[in-house]
């Protein structure tokens, strides 16, 4: 089945402790993308890639990391992480020639 | 950069009645400007696009429509249905196929009443 998996779907952590969330797509898509959704902020793209080893900055890409080291993969990583970082992540994926984004299930991730 | 601007934010319409949502932005270099509806505990999905190049696309029930000059574009729901309750976002990119940095506006929240 064609689908895009992060895990874990649910984090409570603490205050700087190091935590990754993982992505992968089976659909062989070139281009991946982090969103983070806040209630009445809407959804923010935090980072994207458009192949391996190629990523940009979103809107919001402060407190965080990726990494593409292979096509499948795109894991988001918080490296301190903050109580304002508390929210709700989704990853995406798309063919970078065509316009659907298929997105993962949400990790909702909340930092004390 | 980029800034999207979404009204309204709720949305109460009859049954049958129809829905239209509105969006504003700010880069008049941006063209692409797709439309994803999300269902409660769900990821967003595509619904409908336009580009720069286009006034208006229809899709059976939903239409979009993108006034370049005014730098705004809308989504037209006719004929609504209870299914079609649920959050939607407008967002808005300068690459053709949405493969640069994508600008989300903050949400619809639409509720069909039977």
């Known amino acids: 089945e064609a689908q895009v998996t992060q895990n874990p779907r649910y984090l409570i952590t603490v205050t700087g402790k190091k935590l990754t969330v993982t992505c992968s797509q089976n659909m062989n898509h070139e281009y991946m993308s982090w969103y983070r959704q806040d209630p009445g902020l809407g959804l923010r793209q935090i980072y994207y890639s458009m192949n391996v080893e190629v990523t940009d900055k979103g809107d919001v890409p402060e407190g965080y990391k990726v990494s593409r080291k292979e096509k499948r993969n795109f894991p988001l990583i918080l490296e301190s992480p903050s109580p304002n970082q508390t929210s709700l992540y989704f990853c995406a994926s798309k063919p970078v020639g065509a316009d659907t984004q298929y997105f993962g299930p949400g990790t909702r991730l909340t930092v004390l | 950069g980029e800034n999207v601007e979404q009204h309204p934010s709720t949305l109460s319409v009859q049954e049958g009645d129809s829905a239209v949502i509105k969006c504003t932005y700010s880069?008049?270099?941006?063209?692409?400007f797709p439309w994803y509806k999300q269902e409660l505990g769900k990821g967003p999905q595509l619904i409908i696009d336009?580009?720069?190049?286009?006034g208006e696309k229809k899709d059976q029930r939903i239409a979009v429509t993108l006034n370049k000059t005014a730098k705004h574009f809308s989504l037209h729901i006719t004929e609504t249905q209870p299914e079609d309750s649920a959050v939607y976002f407008c967002?808005?990119?300068?690459?053709?196929?949405?493969?640069?940095?994508?600008?989300f506006g903050t949400g619809t929240r639409l509720t069909i009443i039977p």
């Open positions: 880069d008049s270099a941006s063209n692409y």
């Open positions: 336009i580009r720069s190049n286009v």
């Open positions: 967002a808005a990119t300068k690459d053709f196929f949405g493969n640069e940095k994508l600008t």
